[in-house]
């Protein structure tokens, strides 16, 4: 049996997973943020790769981008539990 993904992981999964308001959830963030999660988390690009298709600077500007976008999902996700 392989290891649990990391935390991040498993929230934008179950964010978008399971029930008719996964796309809410997830429509909730900026498009930029859309895109990055759905290229790194859901699609498995790399932070370079993901960088190129989105016409980003660089990668650690796709990891600063990753790391709000799911800031923000955590902050939607507890507004939606509340």
């Known amino acids: 049996m392989g290891a ?3 935390p991040d992981v498993q929230l ?4 978008v997973g399971g ?5 809410q959830r ?4 900026l498009r930029h943020y859309r895109q990055v999660l759905t290229l790194r988390i859901l699609l498995g690009y790399s932070a370079e790769e993901t960088a190129e298709l989105l016409g980003m ?3 650690e500007a796709v990891r600063v981008a ?3 976008a799911i800031r923000r999902l955590r ?4 507004f939606a539990a509340a």
């Open 57 to 59: 600077p660089s990668a």
């Open 75 to 78: 902050r939607v996700l507890r």
């Open 66 to 68: 990753q790391f709000r």
């Open 26 to 29: 997830l429509f909730r963030l």
């Open 12 to 15: 934008v999964r179950e964010a």
């Open 19 to 23: 029930d008719h308001d996964a796309a």
């Open 4 to 6: 649990a993904p990391p």
